[in-house]
């Protein structure tokens, strides 16, 4: 059974930083591309970073660029996201997921999806 446990969530002022955990268990974590993806209240869900097999291929949305980085460690089976110089309108529910193949932006080409974990900037 695959599971994606994402950690590190939490409340953060603007401008600080926080750093995102997926947990991959029940699938080969090193042949799949990871990707991480928001939703906001009233919004849909969004594209924020992926990563390839072995790191070499990454891909932002143009307003993360910058600002967050994404990585993974294969002999772990997590991937992360480090997120700085966060804003208000960052907050939202983070969510990792995987697929196998190229990396891609759509959140509809992804198989496995984690549950979440809740990111709150404040002023």
């Known amino acids: 059974q695959v599971q994606l446990v994402e950690s590190g969530g939490g409340l953060v002022q603007a401008g600080g930083s926080l750093r995102l955990s997926c947990a991959a268990s029940g699938l080969p974590f090193n042949r799949r591309v990871m990707g991480w993806f928001r939703q906001a209240p009233g919004k849909e869900r969004e594209f924020v970073a992926a990563?390839?097999?072995?790191?070499?291929?990454?891909d932002y949305v143009d307003s993360v660029k910058g600002r967050f980085t994404i990585a993974r460690d294969n002999a772990k089976n997590t991937v992360y996201l480090q997120m700085n110089s966060l804003k208000l309108e960052d907050t939202a529910v983070y969510y990792c997921?995987?697929?196998?193949?190229?990396?891609?932006?759509?959140?509809?080409?992804?198989?496995?999806w984690g549950q979440g974990t809740q990111v709150t900037v404040s002023s």
């Open positions: 990563i390839s097999w072995i790191g070499g291929n990454t």
């Open positions: 997921a995987a697929r196998f193949g190229a990396v891609v932006v759509t959140d509809s080409d992804y198989i496995h």
